[in-house]
Structures are given as structure tokens and as C-alpha cells.
């Protein structure tokens, strides 16, 4: 560690001297200094505890033992790359492919989810020979230029954005706000044929698909858990075409969604992707990350004649903190917390539907789960600046939550899986709180499904920074009362 210790204007101060504008920090107005972290718990520079409920990095706890004892242990003896042989890589790919389907045994090490992602699309191109990929809306896959054109989560917010020919984005499998909804006798098939349609439109131009990539769950995009028998049906289009289906599990594996290992695996054992992609949660925070796919992709890829190679990519400190964290997820149940805490948080949040017109939808698998903000559960109106005031009134609490979604108004659940049932019961008692008072300033308990005087309102920044007007008096508030405070927030 650093011997100089920085008071927190210093660091802002530095920050913003060093540190690129575009690289945006939560709150703002008043962003967390954190100086340590333990589990699911996090803690600022006064030693402040917060809540973390929104940490996918930190998948076993954060600054586990073991991880930090194994990386630390391997560091001491030796830090070097894939040309030479070394125990760990082999044990380590033998261990996670023991996690997948038989047929997924070809494993490629490298950084990060972004790489990931990459590498992933080029696999698809060689073995194919085409050059298009179907992507999601709202669906983020990494911040490289390839990515960025797949990623509408990005790309949209430029106002000068051209889509890259090669790329066509199909609608979110989203039965709650989407095209084809839960009312619907057969979304998964409705969705699915949307990827044919695109399939077709492709071949009519004298294109190829490539692939198809999705999430196995949409994170930035809301929440969204795909219709049941989407990916099975995407898979025939897709591979009927020439294709291969990439599921991205960065944000979503490795026991996550309670039920299951992967989250792919949700839509039955008879879905088995070409390629899966995993990143973030692998390493507990170390940057490492992985690409798995089939014997047949693997060997197209080295027809090519071009040797492929990774500095860091699967090194042995990467590999013994991996294998760490897959022994924590076993020794602790960590897959079976989720599951246990996940459908409690969501049994808590389900009676919190029941009380709160605010709340318009509630989803999520284990400890992945999202709460969309409405209001109106009739127009399905977007009520972003409520959660905005949701996320800031929690920290203030000392919990950290995030909302997200293409309107920004789907409140995020990815804790640390180390997660327990009274931090659930703590941090909804804390949003019924918030939701209440937010509701009897809207006046909106007697109608919970006619739009409110709150869609007239600006709306807020929110905790990335992006800005949507103001309801916040922040920043100029300092000695102004909480109440009074509050009252600026809220008026009209």
C-alpha cells in the first residue's frame, strides 16, 4: 500500500487531474472513498460500513482468505505465461470444464470479459467464415471497439451512432416491457422467430451469420430473464444459417443464479451453446477471464495457421486464485446461499409489489435480481427518477445499490453470493421505507395505475453520473436539514 494517505478532496482533486472524464464514478455529487473490504461489507476512509449489494466482482466476499492466500502463495514461487508448462493451467481448465457440458472442453485464457468477448467473436468468424453477428437490445458485451458494435447498451447513447453493417440487433426476450409479454402464448417462439426474420433479411443482402450472442441473463439491460425454450430455438435458426450461439456468462456464472452453475443451463439440459464466454466473478476481483467452446470451434481456429497468445492469459497466480475461488463456491454452498437468500430477498420484494404502486415488476433467478421501477402499471411508465431517489436514499443509508435497464429505473440485485437473509430483510426494509415516503409526497397510494404528477418532473443524475436533469438539491444543500432537504428533492 501506498505510505501517503490522501485526504478524500486530494483524491478527487487528483482524480480529475489524471484521470479521463469519461471514466465515471458513482454519486458524483458525493462519491465513496472505500479503503477496505470484507465480504459483503465495504468501508470508506472514516471506516463507515456499507451494504454491498451490487458487487458481481467480488463473487465469493469480498478479499476471501483463501483467494488472497492462494494468489499471494503462487506469486511468491513463480508469475509467467502459457508457453510453459506449468500444473495450474491444466488443473484449472480440468476443474472449470468439469462445472459445463461434456462437449464444451476447449478453454482459452485471457483478461478480462471484454477479451472474452473478442476472442469469442473471432472464433465464431473462422469457424463460420462469415462475417455478421445478431446481438440483443440494450445488451452490453465489453468496452473494445468489436464490442462496442455489438453492445446497443453503448452504442446508443451516441447521438451520432452508425450500426455496423455486420451487426443486426434483434429485440430483448423481455415479457415484461417487450414486444411479446407474459400475456403472450408463446414468447420464446415470438422472440425467436424475430432472429429468423433478421436470418433471413441477412441471407436476402448476401450476408452470412457468424453468430448469435446474448447474455444467458441481461444484466445492464434490466434484469431480463429470457422466455424458457428462447435459446433452444435460437440455436436451430442460428446454426441452420451456419452460425454458432455465444452465451455470455460474465456477469451471471458460477452459481449465481442459484439453481444452477452456469445460467445458460435455466433454459434446460437440451441447450448446450457453441461458446461461453465468463469474466468478472472468475477471479473475485483478479483480472482474468475465459473463453470455453467445443473441440470442432477450437480446431477450425488453429486451421487459420495463426498461433494465438496471452501475455497474462491463464498464468499460474490467474489460475490458483481461480481454482480458490471454485473451492470457496463448493466448501462454502455459496450456490446454495444464493438460492436460499435469492428467493428470500425476492419473497420479501414480491410483498413489497403487493404494498407499493411504485413497483411494477419483480424478477431474477438466486442473487440476480432486478425490482422496475413504474408509474404507471398500466403504460408501464418508466419511473426513473424515483429510482434514482431510491439509490441515493440508500446510501445514505449505507447501502450500495445500482439501477439500470435502458430507462435507468430497474433496481439491481448482484451482491457477493456470501450474501445473507437478514442483509436482504435489511436492505428491503430500507426500500419500503424510501418507497413510502416517496409515495405519500406523489400522492400515489390510492392510484396505483394512473400516471403521476412525477412524469412532469426533470429527472435526476444518476449514481454513474449520467445526467437527466434535476430533482436533487445536492452539493449546495451542506447544513440545509434532511427534511428540507428531502422537500427540495421532491417538489414539483
Known sequence: MSTEKLNKKKTIDLRKKHIGPSCKIFFSHDPIKIIQA??????DETGQRYLDCINNVAHVGHCHPDVV???????????????????????????????????????????????ANDLALRLARQYSGHKDIITLENAYHGHISSLIDISPYKFHQLSDAELNPFVHVAPSPDVYRGKYRADHFDPATAYADEVKDIIE??????GKIAAFIAESLQSCGGQVIPPAGYFQHVAEHVHKAGGL??????????????????AFQLQGEDFVPDIVT????????HPMSCVVTTKEVAEAFM?????????????PVSCAIGLAVLDVIVKEDLQGNALRVGQHLTDLLEKQKEKHPLIGDIRGCGLFVGVELVRDRLKLTPATAEAQEVIYKLKEQHILLSADGPHRNVLKFKPPLCFMTEDAELVVEKIDLILTELEEALKLHDTPNVENESSKRKLPTDENGHQYGL??????????????????RLKT
Open 201 to 206: 433479411k441477412v441471407h436476402k443482402k448476401g
Open 278 to 285: 465468463m469474466g468478472k466473478p472468475i477471479g473475485n476481483g
Open 471 to 488: 430533482i436533487h438539491s445536492r452539493g449546495s444543500s451542506q447544513g440545509v436539514s434532511q427534511q428540507t432537504t428531502q422537500n427540495k
Open 303 to 315: 486451421s487459420s495457421g495463426m498461433e494465438y497468445f496471452n501475455t497474462f492469459g491463464g498464468n
Open 245 to 262: 450461439f455465444i452465451a455470455d456468462e460474465v456477469q451471471v456464472g458460477f452459481g449465481r443464479v442459484g439453481t444452477n452453475f452456469w
Open 69 to 115: 492466500k492462494a494468489g499471494a502463495q503462487q506469486m511468491e514461487q513463480l508469475n509467467t505465461n502459457t508457453r510453459f508448462l506449468h500444473d495450474n493451467l491444466v488443473l484449472y481448465a480440468q476443474k472449470l470444464q468439469a462445472t459445463l457440458p461434456d462437449k464444451l472442453s476447449v478453454c482459452y485464457f485471457v483478461n478480462s470479459g471484454s477479451e
Open 38 to 43: 470484507k465480504g459483503q461489507y465495504m468501508y
